[in-house]
């Protein structure tokens, strides 16, 4: 799911009080009754934050249905236009979107907004108004091809209800960010399928910690955010995929291997992309122009390979379910990096959780490759899924979050014991070479998440 849940965000300095703080009233009834608040909050929240994701899912599906008269997939879609009109789609696209950010929100003149990740910190609402022009210029530029998640805008719109159910509740402030914690919850789950995962995602991530006041609620809130949505749109798991296990010696040290090239690669995309925001941010262009020639950019590198438009679920699939050469899964893997870059740096709204996801196992599926001339009856959807897991866990560093994650969507658990080695191996060189993670641009310096648990030993 989402900032996007990845949009770039002010250091805050406004002080924070846990999100559970004034939920532990000193009398076993005063708890009682602060429990059900917080158990029926999160079940009104859960409803509302599927009913977002639902929404934002329908408005994409209908534009794209309207713009390629198909509804097959981005690839599928930029796969059937000509070549000269899938390098301009996505230019176009980032001009609608630029327009709508620059002139309707303001973005660059005035306040940008409050995200989700803030509101949950700093204890700030959620303003409507940018909320929904953000998620409107985010559906452009997805549906354009753009190579951005469409799970951020998810993720905010269901942090949104919950912010707006505590308003008009009058709730108190700490009640406020524990409906926005929840509604975040509910929005990855919603938009995956992975309701332990949405939970862990807000503990891990967001919260910076795992307390057990806090943590039933937020998952209460993503299993019936998750129900809801599967109730609707009759899905299963997105990744549904049976990788059997990886538990001899020889594969389980290769499993640490992959971890390792993960954590490697994990520090050069978090820098990529914070890269591309400081000096994309740092040219006196209009921002329409910059997201207009990214878009471009974008459109040139999908003539090459189609593939690169999108948040590059339908690639995964196909990694996961038909065998691809090395050769073309090394050069999909290049340029979806370099779209994911310019999308993201040139100021678009939306998540790079999926692209992540994508890298991930475009680098387990070359792992793979190269683990099958050693061992040939390895299985390569195996390596696939731990290449996900162990990529997730070195950008987030959040591994707990990635093995729970893959497993959910998947399906299947049998890889649980490679995916933790490999998750693990890639936080650990990940966090050493690069403390921050992916996100550290949009939750405060003296956040939990931005100190290694091993620094204070």
Not at 61 to 77: H, K, P, S
Not at 241 to 256: D, H, I, K, R, Y
Not at 365 to 381: E, I
Not at 400 to 417: C, D, I, R
């Amino acid at each position: 799911m989402s900032k996007d849940t990845e949009m770039p965000a002010e250091k805050l300095t406004t002080p924070r009080a846990p999100v559970d703080a004034g939920f532990n009233p000193p009398s076993p009834y005063g708890r009682n009754v602060q429990l059900l608040r917080m158990l029926g909050l999160a079940i009104m929240v859960g409803i509302l934050g599927a009913l977002a994701v639902l929404a934002f899912h329908q408005l994409l599906l209908t534009l794209e249905a309207t713009m390629y008269g198909l509804n097959q997939g981005l690839v599928a879609d930029a796969t059937h236009l000509p070549p000269e009109i899938r390098a301009i789609i996505p230019a176009l696209g980032g001009l609608v979107a630029g327009l709508m950010l620059q002139y309707f929100l303001g973005r660059g003149k005035s306040d940008n907004g409050t995200d989700y990740m803030e509101a949950i910190s700093a204890g700030g609402e959620i303003p409507l108004r940018s909320s929904l022009l953000k998620s409107a210029a985010s559906a452009a530029t997805v549906v354009s091809g753009g190579s951005i998640g469409r799970e951020g805008s998810m993720v905010q719109l269901a942090a949104l209800s919950g912010s707006l159910l505590g308003k008009a509740l009058h709730l108190t402030p700490v009640e406020r960010r524990f409906a926005v914690a929840c509604g975040a919850a509910a929005g990855l789950a919603g938009a995956y399928n992975t309701p332990i995962a949405g939970a862990l995602f807000v503990a891990e991530i967001v919260l910076g910690g795992i307390s057990v006041s806090s943590f039933g609620p937020l998952l209460l809130a993503a299993a019936i955010a998750d129900s809801v949505v599967r109730h609707v749109s009759r899905v299963g798991p997105i990744f549904a995929a049976t990788p059997g296990t990886l538990q001899s010696l020889p594969e389980l040290l290769l499993v640490v291997l992959t971890g390792i090239a993960a954590g490697l690669l994990g520090p050069l995309l978090i820098g990529a992309l914070n890269y591309a925001h400081r000096t994309l941010a740092a040219l006196r262009f209009p921002l329409w122009l910059k997201m207009t020639l990214a878009g471009l950019a974008v459109g040139g590198l999908s003539v090459i390979r189609p593939e690169v438009w999108g948040n590059g679920y339908s690639v995964v699939n196909s990694l996961l379910h038909q065998p691809w050469l090395w050769q073309s899964v090394l050069l999909i893997l290049v340029l979806k990096i370099i779209a994911t870059v310019l999308t993201s740096g040139s100021g678009a709204v939306g998540g790079v959780f999926t692209p992540t996801l994508f890298v991930g196992a475009a680098l387990g599926t070359l792992a793979g490759n190269a683990v099958q001339l050693m061992l040939p009856d390895v299985s390569m959807t195996a390596f696939t899924l731990v290449g996900m897991s162990a990529f997730l866990a070195a950008v987030t560093h959040a591994p707990l979050t990635a093995v729970v994650m893959v497993s959910e969507m998947t399906a299947g658990y049998g890889l649980v014991p490679a995916l933790v080695l490999a998750s693990l191996a890639g936080y650990y060189v990940s966090s050493v070479l690069h403390p921050g993670s992916i996100y550290a641009r949009s939750i405060p310096q003296d956040h939990p998440t931005q100190t290694l648990p091993f620094t204070h030993l």
